[in-house]
């Protein structure tokens, strides 16, 4: 592929994106504590998160072991990869779901959007990339690792404090109190917009900013519906929790 079609290609996901991020204003995910009847066949959730994530984790594998890359584009890979075998093969054995289930669609629809999101991302790092060492001290290099390691802090210290809510075999929901909490129900949607923001700048490059804008049409819609459903089920939750942005939104 021509380094412009692959260009092409990618502005035309971005622009599903965002689409996305607008039908999602209607249509809440219907999986965790959204999910409803209606939506066709169910698996297991914990099987739904290792089928929905894998992609992106052996996609960017394949490309990294396959190609000859920079040393900066390892490095992106190598980031991503550690984000997603966590995600893959930790996080879906710590959730406490047990005998809970996840429509089908859904995972389906994910392993799409992780096989272009991971597929887009991959194929540039091994066929466009064109980094050097020179990178390594560029002011967009050393605010993005530093965003996307807080961003994953943010998002795994808030992952399992919510893990931890529920004792082993408890399915029911709580109130989240402490850490980033105090100030806006999803702080691990809002750690993971963080890391992604710190991918795409430490990256500058289209996939990477299209898979910000991905994430961020996944996770703002979901944490403001999160927020509605804990204001409704909570007649005590804190008024002045906002959503995802702590004092914005
Ligand atoms: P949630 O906050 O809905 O749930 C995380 C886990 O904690 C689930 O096991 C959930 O159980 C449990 N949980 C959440 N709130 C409570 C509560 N109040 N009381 C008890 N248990 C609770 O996260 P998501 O499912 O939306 O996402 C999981 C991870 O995946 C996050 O880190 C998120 O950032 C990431 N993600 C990334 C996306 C992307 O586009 N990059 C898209 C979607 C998610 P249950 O499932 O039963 O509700």
Same mark, same amino acid.
């Given at each position: 592929?021509?380094?412009?079609? %692959?260009?092409?290609?990618?502005? %035309? ?37 290792? #089928?929905?994530?894998?992609?992106? %984790? ?5 490309? %990294? ?31 406490? *779901? ?38 390594? *001290? ?8 530093? #965003? ?11 992952? *399992? ?89």
């Amino acid at each position: 592929m021509s380094s412009e079609t %692959f260009f092409q290609v990618c502005q %035309f996901w971005a622009g599903i994106a965002i689409l996305t991020f607008i039908l999602l204003q209607f249509v809440k995910a219907p999986y965790g504590r959204h999910i409803k009847k209606g939506w066709g066949p169910e698996i297991s959730n914990k099987w739904g998160w290792i #089928l929905m994530e894998a992609p992106s %984790f052996f996609i960017i594998l394949y490309f %990294f072991v396959s190609s000859d890359q920079s040393s900066y584009a390892s490095l992106l890979s190598l980031l991503w990869l550690i984000h997603y075998a966590n995600r893959t093969f930790i996080f879906p054995v710590r959730i406490r *779901t047990k005998g809970k289930k996840m429509p089908l669609v859904i995972v389906l629809s994910a392993v799409f959007f992780n096989l272009i999101n991971a597929g887009l991302n991959g194929y540039f790092l091994a066929h466009f990339e064109t980094y050097t060492t020179a990178n390594y *001290t560029s002011w967009n290099f050393l605010v993005g690792i530093l #965003l996307f390691f807080g961003g994953a802090w943010i998002n795994q210290k808030s992952d *399992t404090l919510l893990i931890g809510l529920r004792k082993p075999g408890e399915v029911g929901y709580k109130i989240p109190k402490g850490f980033l909490f105090n100030y806006i129900s999803c702080p691990n949607h809002f750690g993971e917009l963080i890391q992604w923001g710190g991918f795409a700048l430490m990256a500058l490059n289209c996939p990477a900013t299209t898979f910000l804008l991905w994430t961020a049409a996944n996770l703002i819609p979901r944490a403001m519906n999160h927020h509605k459903w804990y204001k409704k089920t909570f007649d005590e939750y804190p008024e002045s929790r906002k959503a995802i942005i702590p004092g914005v939104l």
